[in-house]
């Protein structure tokens, strides 16, 4: 262990076998004392000591302790350079929360959570900014049932969240009543189809290695969720005396990196080809990535379709052919796919009528290659692997690792003939940028004075008050026709973070949240453009962000309803010739209308609305963002249009 | 996530309004502030924003919209991803009464008017 410190507490009796009787042995000056003091409490709390004190306490009963296996536990959490613990509390790791509280000194910080849904999904949006994980404790049962759609987000997502769960495995341990609730056999069983790896140690050692070797695999690409089961026997139990006890060295995978010979195929095809594609997804998992792909980018001259799980490219940038994403892959004779989860849905379109049909949109002959670390893990049960790629080139590698001996690759067969044609087609695709700019500005003027407010309004007055500063855009764009991402000018990796991966609502806030977390050392300025529904799951996460002190501005993107479901309504409704006039049941979110205003400030944080005049929208953009620079969340209820 | 390529097919939706050609001079008379009403009971805001000014969802309609008779073909038979509205749904005339409506949305203001669009 890194260090040990005594801090007798209060215990229930394990003077049970062997370890009971070493334990003592080492009973120390404190643990005695604590042990005379006893009576006196007893007589303090009688009817507690009537139903729960076996009789008179023994001499020889040792009730506290000096080292506690969580304190080890404690000891390899901060070997393994976590900064956050986001945890909802729980009886099943009480022993593990206060080791990190007293032994530990709140290092890793404790976050304290409403929802284990919201600490694994303010894990998932730390993650992205920080490119680590962040620990998350919880329940192995009640818990983990709360936690599991947000495991599942983050496994959609590619994003690496680290669980350590509480558990009483010894039968004979546990307390009547709810610690039998509160245990089971296999506690990952119901999450293990979407977490990478999971273990159940049995000692102290192997709980050290254990606990180590899930940072490893979690960050080994692709960068996935662990959980590791903290049995509170194991917790709880002192250290046995002469154990001795060391954590395990740590030392990160080297990403995997591409074929050298099938990517030297994949260079062949991109210098050869005339109207060559970059799709990117999740590519840059760090800075680097984003550099990388501007380099292969500028080296070939050719487009870059962003589809965002990361900010992978900038989106001004001439080579950024995003918004005509459609007609630049029709017209592609080289389509290259760097970690996109869907590649097959990128390269095709499926229409959603009575019968479904789907078209290829890519040129029938079109050389296809993927780069992907989804193609070295794949689980069967659930779908999120998407519809099978016929590809020409299929790479199972690290996408940003490979970068970089692509570029190489590329640039070796660059000819002076090809170079030219590239600067040519680089200028055609400056050009072709600019229009598609300049048309959404334009777009984004229609429905500019109504009320309830245009999200491209929203998107602009914020624009407007952040530009200049360094912000990060913590939320996902998808639920607000992409304004920002066509408005605004991302050059920086943190800018943007993607969505939740797995679709699944309730991840937006917390997540918000948690990359705020991350950003607020860097002294980033974190916004939020808040879907209603999603807020609504948890709103808890707004009195974390308040008890905390995390600075972020949130504008409630408040269209009063569950907008897709609403969609999706309709078009049944349509399909079916009955009208949609009852389509609002169900999925709307109004009568009374949900004042989250209202809600925020009963969370402490400081907050206006609703705001349905876009004349409004301004001034309380900058009177919020006063309140985040000095380090507080605000947020601004926002009456907006549905999309 | 795709909404690029979401945006890019819903933009090209009215562009392929499929079907025979239009009978000039079919359009009966809208009444806007009917047509209004409708845009909002027929759910045409969902995508399409509640000034027709377009989204991921769908593309802008208004204020120009397209000629009535190819406005009717493609809402009852749409080609893309738009659902279709039948005539048992949504009358002929209520289509025109939400054409008028379309029409009579106000341009916006010069994309130069707003600093923030020029940063």
């Known amino acids: 262990m890194a260090k040990s410190k005594k801090t007798p507490v209060d215990r229930r009796n394990f003077l049970k076998g062997a370890v009971g009787g070493a334990a003592a042995l080492a009973v120390d000056t404190g643990a005695a004392e604590a042990q005379r003091a006893e009576p006196a409490r007893s007589a303090a709390t009688p009817l507690m000591a009537k139903e729960s004190d076996p009789g008179p306490l023994s001499k020889a009963e040792v009730l506290t302790e000096g080292r506690s296996g969580s304190d080890y536990m404690v000891d390899v959490l901060q070997s393994l350079g976590f900064e956050y613990v986001c945890a909802n509390p729980g009886s099943s790791f009480r022993a593990l929360h206060e080791s990190l509280i007293n032994y530990g000194g709140n290092k890793p910080e404790l976050i304290t959570c409403c929802h284990e849904e919201s600490s694994v999904a303010m894990a998932h949006g730390y993650s992205k900014i920080e490119g680590k994980p962040a620990c998350v404790f919880a329940h192995g049962t009640v818990g983990l049932q709360h936690a599991s759609m947000a495991i599942y987000n983050a496994f959609c997502d590619r994003a690496p969240v680290y669980m350590i769960i509480g558990n009483t495995i010894d039968a004979t341990m546990r307390r009547p009543g709810a610690e039998w609730d509160h245990s089971v056999q296999d506690a990952v069983a119901m999450v293990r189809d979407f977490v990478k790896w999971d273990d159940l140690p049995i000692s102290l050692a192997h709980f050290g290695e254990s606990a180590v070797r899930a940072y490893k695999i979690a960050m080994t690409a692709p960068t996935l969720p662990v959980v590791v089961v903290a049995d509170s026997e194991l917790q709880e139990r002192p250290v046995p005396e002469g154990e001795r006890l060391r954590v395990p060295k740590l030392t990160l995978t080297a990403p995997p990196q591409g074929d050298s010979g099938a990517v030297a195929e994949a260079a062949r095809l991109l210098v050869g080809a005339e109207s060559p594609v970059l799709i990117a997804d999740r590519a840059a998992r760090t800075p680097a990535g984003l550099k990388l792909l501007i380099e292969l980018a500028e080296t070939l001259q050719a487009s870059v379709v962003n589809q965002m799980g990361r900010m992978n490219f900038p989106t001004r940038h001439p080579l950024n052919q995003t918004e005509r994403s459609r007609a630049a892959i029709a017209n592609a004779d080289v389509i290259l796919g760097l970690e996109v989860a869907d590649f097959w849905g990128a390269v095709n379109s499926m229409r959603d009528q009575l019968h479904r049909t789907s078209r290829l949109i890519a040129k029938p002959d079109a050389k296809l290659i993927t780069i992907t670390a989804g193609d070295l893990f794949t689980k069967s049960n659930y779908q999120d692997f998407q519809r099978y790629p016929e590809v020409d080139v299929a790479i199972a590698a690290d996408a940003e690792a490979t970068l970089a001996s692509l570029i190489e690759a590329c640039k070796r067969l660059i000819t002076s003939d090809r170079k030219r044609a590239f600067e040519e087609r680089g200028r055609k695709l400056a050009e072709l940028h600019q229009e598609a700019l300049d048309k959404a500005r334009t777009e984004a003027t229609y429905g500019w004075d109504a009320s309830p407010i245009s999200t491209a309004r929203l998107y602009t007055e914020l624009w407007a008050q952040i530009q200049g500063q360094d912000w990060s855009l913590v939320s996902d764009a998808a639920f607000s026709s992409g304004w920002p991402l066509r408005l605004w000018n991302f050059d920086k990796h943190y800018q943007y973070i993607g969505g939740s991966g797995g679709a699944g609502i309730g991840y937006g806030a917390p997540a918000a949240v948690g990359a705020a977390l991350a950003n607020r050392k860097h002294g980033r300025l974190s916004v939020n453009v808040q879907n209603d529904g999603d807020l609504m799951y948890a709103p808890g996460i707004l009195w974390t962000a308040a008890h905390h002190r995390i600075p972020l501005l949130s504008l409630m993107h408040n269209n009063r309803a569950y907008h897709m479901e609403m969609m999706h309504l309709q078009r049944m409704a349509n399909r079916h010739q009955r009208g949609i006039d009852r389509t609002g049941i169900g999925v709307t979110l109004n009568d009374p209308n949900i004042d989250y205003a209202q809600i925020g400030r009963g969370m402490g944080v400081h907050a206006e609305g609703p705001i349905a005049d876009p004349k409004d929208l301004g001034p309380a953009i900058g009177r919020a963002l006063a309140v985040v620079r000095s380090g507080e969340p605000a947020l601004i209820d926002v009456v907006t249009q549905p999309r | ?119």
């Open chain 2, 1 to 119: 996530m795709r909404f690029s390529i979401l945006f890019a097919m819903a933009s090209a939706l009215l562009a392929q309004a499929p079907g025979s050609a239009p009978k000039a001079g079919a359009a009966p008379s809208g009444n806007a502030q009917n047509g209004k009403k409708l845009f909002v009971r027929d759910g045409c805001y969902q995508c399409h924003g509640l000034q027709g000014q377009g989204g991921a969802a769908g593309p802008r309609i208004g204020p120009r919209p397209i000629a009535f008779a190819a406005f009717t073909m493609y809402v009852r038979q749409p080609s893309g991803q738009m659902p279709p509205y039948t005539s048992k749904v949504v009358s002929d005339q209520e289509l025109a009464d939400i054409h008028a409506f379309l029409a009579s949305l106000p341009q916006p203001p010069p994309v130069k008017s707003i600093p923030a669009l020029n940063q």
